[in-house]
């Protein structure tokens, strides 16, 4: 059974910075693509920022680019989501999820079939 733990989320100042990491273990970490999407508050789920099977490929939501850098460790079966210059509107709960199938980097919710429980982070205004 594949499973995805999320941690790092929590309380930040606007313009701050958070890690979030997520291990997965029960599979072969490094068959799945890996992303990060996030939940805000009363809104859906949406993309934040994904990579291929090697890292080497990567995608990003407009919103993030620039301040967000998701990376892999193969080795330690983690995916990291570094987040600068923290927004309000960065506000929600973040996922990890799995595609197994991909080598590319999807975006669809759909394409996802392995998540973690979510880690909420928090940037008042």
């Known amino acids: 059974q594949v499973r995805l733990v999320e941690s790092g989320g929590g309380l930040v100042q606007v313009g701050g910075s958070l890690r979030l990491s997520c291990v997965v273990s029960?599979?072969?970490?490094?068959?799945?693509?890996m992303a990060w999407f996030r939940q805000p508050p009363g809104k859906e789920r949406e993309f934040v920022a994904g990579?291929?099977?090697?890292?080497?490929?990567?995608k990003y939501a407009d919103s993030v680019k620039g301040r967000f850098t998701i990376s892999r460790d193969n080795a330690q079966n983690t995916v990291y989501l570094q987040m600068n210059t923290l927004k309000p509107e960065d506000t929600a709960v973040y996922y990890c999820a799995a595609d197994p199938i991909s080598f590319t980097v999807r975006t669809s919710i759909s394409n996802y079939d392995y998540w973690g429980q979510g880690t909420q982070v928090t940037v008042p205004s």
């Open positions: 029960g599979g072969t970490f490094s068959a799945y693509g």
């Open positions: 990579c291929n099977r090697s890292g080497v490929l990567t």
